[in-house]
Antibody, heavy 120, light 108 residues
């Protein structure tokens, strides 16, 4: 069974930092691109960024709204992807999800999400 | 970036009626990597359809997906009270992942 489990969310002040984790199981993590998606309360779904697999040189890409502030990384030995969020703004408040369709799969898998609240 | 446009924005129907939701892409969606999700307040999106027409595990057969290329449809054959929610389409064949703005199916 495929599982994606996010953790690390919480309350942080504007300008602060937070690091989210996404622990994966049930599929070949090392061969899979991993994405982060967020959803502010009452809003739609917004892609945050992704990291490719080793064959893609772990290439990353980011939405314009987070570029230069957020960094995605991965540790294939731990089957875990990370989202480092710096210089957080109130508009970054959202539920953050990790998602992947695995290595060449056709089913998109999602975690349950972790809530990040940026507030003073 | 593939832009997805969902219509209508809101669909007002009664239980037992048929719902037809549309999702149009600005360019062809790779290998039909098109998914549909249902979302209720306070919950994570629930995968209904992937690969444009394959039902996810545990999804009842009143939900069906169709389409290819740039035009996709989610059909709910007979609405049940628990089906009233917001529905999103998503393309996951290329990065950035993109989502439609959602269709709210509300009780008439």
């Amino acid at each position: 069974e495929v599982q994606l489990v996010e953790s690390g969310g919480g309350l942080v002040q504007p300008g602060g930092s937070l690091k989210l984790s996404c622990a994966a199981s049930g599929f070949i993590f090392s061969g899979s691109a991993m994405h982060w998606v967020r959803q502010a309360s009452g809003k739609g779904l917004e892609w945050v960024g992704h990291i490719g697999n080793k064959a893609k040189s772990y290439a990353t890409a980011y939405a314009a709204s987070v570029k230069g502030r957020f960094t995605i990384s991965r540790d294939d030995s731990k089957n875990t992807a990370y989202l480092q969020m710096n210089t957080l703004k109130t508009e970054d408040t959202a539920v953050y999800y990790c998602t992947s369709r695995g290595d060449g799969g056709d089913t998109p898998y999602w975690g349950q999400g972790t809530l990040v609240t940026v507030s003073s | 970036e593939i832009v997805l446009t969902q219509s209508p924005g809101t669909l007002s129907l009664s239980p037992g009626e048929r719902a037809t939701l549309s999702c149009r892409a600005s360019q062809s969606v790779s290998s039909s990597y098109l998914a549909w999700y249902q979302q209720k307040p306070g919950q994570a999106p629930r995968l209904l359809i992937y690969g444009a027409s394959s039902r996810a595990t545990g999804i009842p057969d009143r939900f069906s997906g169709s389409g290819s290329g740039t035009d996709f449809t989610l059909t709910i054959s007979r609405l049940e009270p628990k089906d009233f929610a917001v529905y999103y389409c998503q393309q996951y064949g290329s990065s950035p992942l993109t989502f439609g703005g959602g269709t709210k199916v509300e009780i008439k």
